[in-house]
């Protein structure tokens, strides 16, 4: 480690610093600033640097105040096992430490990785276009919302949504639909699906999107996707529907249910639980292509005539096309991409199926032992479920999450007697703890 | 060097309706699922593969101007890797203080660095930042009664604060440069009305300079009762010498994938946080992070929140090594990091055959091929080992080569940077047209791949 | 594709005798040190340059004769890696239960795959092992009364066989083979007598051939009271089919790096760990682990112990993952993978326009480059993107390509390694005399850097 | 992941084994298997396959049995804290997953690791030629005795080491040098150091190679090295000296006290505790060049002329001279070399030379601390002290040792009455409490 009293990631000694002050002509680094008095700065923030040691031992404190507990969570951020692979391989400096492929002729092998990324979108959507990241499933979301305005031929400002959209996802869609003038209405759910009558009744030529989701977020299975499509087609509205990669490997495909937008979580694959850290899915159909928001990978050819991987179709990009552009994001999650990428591809398509039908069975298995104990009923819609289900409670939700979390267990209170539980293989270990602990607080 | 796609490797299909273990009914499931299989062996050795065929920051010098590509210390991956840390969003506060700890650690980084009063980690990228930022300077004015109209950005600001204001609904006014580079003070005062919502400034701005009349920038636009926004972008420059809430800044965001060295990942993710001064704190999203009297930190919703720009909590591995290197620069660090950055910046602009317009210039500046094409140039750059600079941008110089070393680089590393540049730029038409050569792909045509776009390997066998 | 030595990039001196904080007396130090003085960020570039100047399994195939270079499962790396399990070899076994748990895990484990009854971990390396194990002969004859002076070794065995036989003190006898590349029965009866203290074999051995006479051998070198050692080289050929115990061996090492793909660190850490039948148990090393009845873990000091091979307990690191890797095969796991071993060795070899003289083979086979020179076509191969075999060795095989694919190869994989032995073979003299060119270095000259010897980067500049 | 019910990492699918199969010319895998039926074994070893998740979860259970203590401990495995670096580098696939560097042309970034591992170790100790490593301290101590024996002209056949070497070292040394004929004899100790009287004495034309350690088992620093090489120059004994990476930083250069060999722990940089993994160092002077063992690294040039890389002088080994080798290893300890060399190109001089006079001024300050708590006396040695040094204690140490681990505190019991402390930067933020736990277990 070079001596300094400065940035330890700074190479200067004290010699080299002065023979470049020197070259520049300047006696002091002071010098090159240009920052009048009135507005400079002392440079006493009051943070003490500490070493590599030091910090890593403070944030190992830190984060050990975290209480342990086995999580059956999931609303939106879902935790599949991520092989080791995924790290090892996504962690490579080449990888990790690189920037945005500007120069493809240095950059071949991050761009065949989002490339690939983007084909694997394909296979599970079964749509032709998929761009290779947005930020997380709200954002994308918001994005198709954006898209669905700009292609829509005739008038209109309403976004249709599940009622039972998770708070934080409306937000972000009511955010980014506002500068536009959109507005989000909801549309009533019939026992955790979509009421297809009422949203019959609502849809009609004010409507621009139609959001459906599938699993949805109380975990039920969707039934009659085909007719939201078929509604969408006859309104002249987007139909956009919300999923996620282990989900699209084993429910209706989305082409084949009429949606002409996917978005939704592609993070459940590739990431560890990450406090939320997400991976927008966005899919669709060539007739948008040029209004997809985030960067597209595509195969073009190099003066040898070999193939080659580039960015493509930049124009929709706000660096070329400033207030036009189709969207403002720039920086996105490709490195996120590239680990779900790495995860699909280690389970494969056997393994992803396989993944998919626990997700099922897990789910109903357990719901069941909980209904078995007095004071739950579960799961409180009669349908099929995906990874998680909803319970009703005789004793107020709050009071139970509580006394599960004592016995080490974390899951959802989303109303005043209803409970959300979550399970996946990381989880299915510990169904018993859970049962147990359930039983106790009743 | 070329690897094929894990399509053309090996590929299986899995019929799914109609099995009959299947857990579903066939009208819930689809009907198969095709992707690529192949063991791990197989797939470590595509991946190491496609990674060596890759530019990286550990690779060599990477003086994109305006990315900031500084080195990404390796123990923050190994912070950020705590198994104690990966917990869910929702979990409750009393079971989640360490991440939350870390949250109000940060946030009160931040405020300190950029003079702010209260800053939120939740937007996920720098641009997130921007359009956060705007959001709340639109809801400040709502909150008020007085709706505005416009958002004033310099011609030589980031794409993205033109898409963010207009994602945002407000019209753009494009405020030319003076002669020197800088904002033009007639122009900004002629601009500014009671529909100036926000001015949106970077600085030092795209060209290294740094605003010198802020304090008169400042007041003219809040004399009309618009906001000041601070992209954030060239931080990088003024750690430890300026910040932003001492010069008149009412919103900033910060991009800690360039100023506080979290690895970018082949374009993200990153983070982008904002910082505002007290009188717009109520606006940020919710939830924010606060320190109780006990020392416990606890959630809670600012008065008049936005609500959220992320669906959770924003990118927490990149927030996490966000703090790691605060930690380790502190004061002597960040103040140490920004001279250097500004140090090598100015000896490598020295070093160059090719004019620098503008000055004194900071972290980054843009010298100027002339008649010559910067692209050209820059693609020509890749046959010396480095990468480029950013070129053709700002557009106020003309054949732009935007030039930001950061601090990491040697004086032998610049050296070798520099003979790059004037080696190229001293080469025959015909060698700078026909580069690279010695790269994995020579030349892209880009307009053909524009034209005829193939975006999956489905549509590689149409 | 040149990479300068740390000491060419930064160096620089400190001076130590003399300073005023020093804690010592100048008496007691050195004058001063000097050493490379280099960044993170530098340094970061450099192995990751470095690396990229470096051929391993996860670039392509690496079919190594007696190598057996497999691929090393990623997560075994994240399970050595856990932070409960740094623990110090002093401590006191209550305290390191786990360790001493993995420890005794995978003794049985292995004792049941070798068919042995007792195993010790502490051998750092395959040579450490066959010394162990020809320690533990020693003082077993010893402990009889009963000194011999001899160890009988084939000759297509091993180098380090015959290297570990003279270091115990033992003269070596080395056993012709016979027309078919087997063990010579009829020699081996010459052999052996009172003074017969071992004979070391390799089986399937160095070219494939499973010595169908073994338990003949073995009662040929029991009958004279001689032990039979087992070279675990070849164990991959076997894994299911077929255990040492079962065989008439009394002693036996498993190559951990090989068999049960712990990565092989550029030359090591391995871990040679040894099995001995019940006979043996009393002289292994000291201390090994075991089970009380109580469930809990236990060291103890075998009877007639030979004491320590290795100043702790071993490669550590490298035994927990041998453990991961036999856990995530198990039965089917194990077998599959000696048969896939044998399978691709005979798919390949099936490919191949050189003769293969021997057979059957199993998991490696010996081609013959006949008249012309199998370093030159080794050569040649490197410019096709694939690592050669193991060339001229065993001597039994004149220019001899030992070619050992293992079970990671697909069959896509080894038809592109056939065609580049193809290639290489049927290339004009003069290709492969130049050969490679195509690669980071040119051919070296070995012999004047054999005679000029520069061991440091003090000797460049001499 | 391919779907195979055998090895996972065997990437044949049926269809692939079948065609394989039928261009072998067989039917089944079995029949490729030329094993006699009386020594075929049928598969089964009665261990079940798990799942990669199932395995982690497995051995974390497991290493959680160790007690979490904070270890005092030394005695010849040392800790010290191993930047982040060391791992990111050292794991890259390129260089762990590679083999021994028989193909040059191909490993030049390994080769040219070692070389610059060499170079360090030839700086640190001033002998011109270190080899690329040793299995761990006590293998290079047995080495450098069969070296000894090669090298020495005259008859003779002990080998001298302090009575106070540590007990497993010194086993393994009888171990090797047993086939040799030599003899491993202890010479006695004066307050922690070598008697220096008592060893002119021992010393004599049957004397082989003298050893002696800096610092010494017990931590104390000898005093009088150039004495002993003296001794060693007159009786034609090979001088050994035994040492390790921090300590050689800053102690008296071995050429300079004339030692002919040095020996000892590199693992001190470069690995963390590892449960007694280790590297060991192996340096000589040019004369014994031919008779090193393990592998050597050396320059030569290419085709072009240019500058490049291989192991050299390999007609040393094994592979090539079979019982005439120098040695038999040949898997050696590679991977912890490049480690170690990243870890010391990491701190450079000063922060190597500062890491040791920290491992003086931290033992001395402890030593003490522990001194003034009634019913210890620490040091017992009058001597300067590198990292560890030995209490006395009125209690019976083995008491002492059960009462500070239980309270979360491992340190050494060496003798009835005598303790053995060592800290390091990776425990001195605990020295309070192990004081207070010695303080309770008085």
């Known amino acids: 480690m070079t001596d300094t009293d400065g940035s330890p990631f700074a190479p200067h000694t004290a ?26 700065f002392d440079g006493n923030f009051g943070i003490e640097p500490r070493s590599e040691q030091a910090i890593r031992g403070e944030m190992q404190r830190l984060f050990a105040r975290n209480d342990d507990l086995t999580e059956f969570m999931g609303r939106g951020h879902y935790s599949h096992y991520v092989p080791s692979l995924v790290d090892h391989l996504s962690d490579r400096a080449e990888f990790l430490t690189s920037y945005t492929q500007y120069q493809p002729e240095i950059t071949q092998g991050f761009l065949q990785a989002l490339f690939e990324y983007q084909s694997m979108l394909v296979e599970l959507t079964g749509l032709p276009v998929a761009n290779c990241s947005m930020y997380d499933g709200a954002t994308a979301l918001a994005e198709a919302a954006l898209l669905a305005d700009r292609v829509r031929e005739t008038s209109g400002q309403t976004i249709l949504v599940p009622e039972l959209l998770r708070e934080g996802k409306r937000s972000v869609l009511e955010n980014y639909v506002d500068g536009a003038g959109l507005s989000v209405e909801s549309y009533p759910m019939d026992d955790g699906n979509v009421d297809r009558e009422a949203l019959v009744d609502l849809a009609g030529e004010e409507t621009v999107m139609i959001y459906a989701e599938n699993p949805t977020v109380r975990g039920t299975i969707e039934e009659g996707l085909s007719e ?81 991987y580039t960015l493509t179709l930049q124009t929709r990009e706000q660096h070329i096309r400033k207030e036009r552009a189709t969207s403002n994001i720039c920086t996105n999650q490709a490195w996120v991409a590239l680990r779900a990428a790495i995860h699909i591809a280690s389970l494969g398509p056997d393994g992803l199926v396989d993944l ?47 006394d599960v979390e004592a016995e080490g267990y974390a899951i959802h209170a989303i109303e005043d007697h209803l409970l959300q539980i979550c399970l996946t293989e990381t989880t299915s270990h510990a169904t018993d703890g859970l049962v147990d602990a359930l039983q106790e607080a009743a | 060097k070329h690897e094929p796609l894990l399509s053309e490797k090996d590929t299986s299909t899995v019929e799914i309706s109609g099995k009959d273990e299947s857990p579903l009914p066939d009208d819930l499931t689809r009907d198969y699922l095709t992707l690529p299989s192949l063991s791990e062996p197989e797939l470590a050795r595509h991946y190491t593969r496609l990674s060596q065929m890759n530019w990286s920051i550990d690779s060599g010098p990477y003086p994109l101007g305006s990315c900031t590509m500084k080195y990404n210390p390796k123990f923050t991956e190994d912070v950020a890797a705590d198994p104690n840390a990966a917990i869910h969003p929702d979990r409750s506060a009393r079971s989640a203080q360490g991440n939350l700890g870390l949250l109000h650690g940060l946030q009160e980084y931040l405020a300190t660095i950029g003079g702010m ?29 007085n709706d505005r109209s416009e958002v004033i950005i310099p011609a030589s600001a980031h794409g993205t604060n033109f898409a963010t204001a207009a994602m945002a609904g407000y019209d753009v006014v494009e405020l030319p440069s003076d002669e020197g580079g800088r904002v033009d003070l007639e122009a900004l005062k002629a601009a500014v009305s009671d529909e100036t919502a926000a001015l949106m400034l970077t600085n030092p701005n795209t060209v290294g300079l740094f605003e010198r009349d802020i304090v008169e920038i400042a007041e003219t636009v809040h004399d009309v009762g618009g906001l000041l926004y601070y992209d954030g972008a060239n931080l990088n420059a003024l750690l430890g010498r300026g910040r932003p809430g001492d010069m008149g800044f009412d919103i900033m965001h910060y991009n800690v994938h360039k100023t506080f060295a ?102 980054e500046f843009a010298a100027t091929a002339g008649d010559r094409d910067a692209a050209d140039i820059a693609k020509r750059m890749l046959d010396f080992g480095v990468h480029p600079p950013t070129t053709k941008w700002p557009e106020m110089v003309p054949e732009a080569m935007l030039t930001e070393p950061t601090e990491i680089e040697s004086r032998r590393t610049l050296d070798t940077l520099a003979e790059a540049f004037n080696n190229a730029y001293s080469d025959t038409d015909e060698a700078i047209e026909t580069a690279p050569s010695r790269t994995t792909a020579g030349r892209i045509d880009q307009v053909d791949a524009a034209r005829n776009p193939r975006l999956s390997w489905q549509a590689l066998d149409e």
């Open chain 2, 117 to 145: 009063d209260a800053v939120t980690l939740q937007p996920p990228a720098g641009a997130a930042g921007e359009f956060t930022g705007i959001l709340i300077a639109k809801a400040y004015h709502e909150h008020h009664g």
């Open chain 1, 228 to 308: 939201i499509g078929e509604l969408a087609t006859d309104t002249e509205a987007v139909f956009c529907l919300g999923s996620d990669l282990v989900a699209l490997s084993l429910l209706e495909e989305p082409a084949s249910v009429g949606a002409d937008v996917v978005v939704g979580e592609a993070d459940v694959l590739g990431l560890p639980t990450s406090y939320g850290m997400g991976l927008g899915i966005f899919a669709t159909s060539d007739r948008f292509l040029r209004q997809v928001p985030g960067r597209l990978v595509g195969v073009g050819s190099d003066v040898d005539k070999r193939r080659a």
């Open chain 1, 356 to 402: 998919a039908e626990d997700c099922v069975r897990d789910a109903a298995a357990l719901a069941e032992r909980v209904d078995d104990i007095e004071g739950y009923q579960a799961p409180i819609h009669d349908r099929h479920h995906f990874r998680e289900f909803v319970v009703h409670t005789d004793q107020p939700a709050a009071a139970i999450t509580a």
């Open chain 2, 262 to 363: 979290t690895p970018h990942g082949g374009g993200g993710p990153g983070a982008g946080p904002v910082g505002v001064v007290d009188d717009l704190a109520a606006f940020l999203p919710t939830p924010r992070v606060r320190e109780t009297d006990d020392g416990d930190y606890e959630r809670f919703e600012p008065a008049q929140s936005i609500g959220k720009v992320h669906g959770f909590a924003g990118n927490w591995l990149v927030v996490v090594k966000a703090y790691a290197y605060i930690a380790r620069l502190g004061d002597a660090g960040l103040s140490d990091a920004s001279a250097k950055a500004v140090l090598n910046a100015n000896y490598l602009a020295e070093q160059l055959e090719m004019d620098v317009p503008y000055g004194p210039f900071h972290h």
């Open chain 1, 15 to 40: 010699e080299e610093t002065a023979a470049m002050l020197d070259s520049v002509g300047v006696d002091t680094e002071a010098d090159l600033f240009d920052i009048p008095d009135e507005v400079a």
